[in-house]
């Protein structure tokens, strides 16, 4: 992720604290899903494959995939 830094009006401010205290998130995270929800909904392309693959490259590391697949198989 980057870090980027805002500027918000005060009332914008003070209603984004109020939002994500009653939402149990940060005020980053509701940023964030107000900019995905605006990019969707204005037809933005979604990120390209290969930016995914980069992006979560190595959050399942430590563990064979094709092992988990299997022992979450056999749990059924």
Same mark, same amino acid.
């Given at each position: *992720? !980057? ?5 918000? &009006? #005060? /009332?914008?401010?003070?209603?984004? &604290? ?8 940060? *005020? %980053? =995270? *509701? !940023?964030?899903? %107000?900019?995905h929800r605006l990019r $969707?909904e204005s037809g933005a392309? +979604? +990120?390209?494959? =290969? /930016?995914?693959?980069?992006?979560? %490259?190595?959050?399942?590391?430590? &563990? /064979?995939?094709? $092992?988990? #697949?299997?022992?979450?198989? /056999? =749990?059924?």
């Amino acid at each position: *992720m !980057v870090r980027t830094l805002i500027s918000l &009006e #005060q /009332d914008d401010k003070a209603w984004l &604290e109020r939002r994500a205290r009653e939402e149990g998130v940060s *005020m %980053a =995270e *509701m !940023v964030r899903r %107000a900019v995905h929800r605006l990019r $969707t909904e204005s037809g933005a392309p +979604p +990120p390209a494959t =290969e /930016d995914l693959l980069t992006r979560t %490259a190595g959050i399942r590391s430590g &563990e /064979d995939g094709l $092992t988990v #697949q299997k022992r979450l198989r /056999d =749990e059924w």
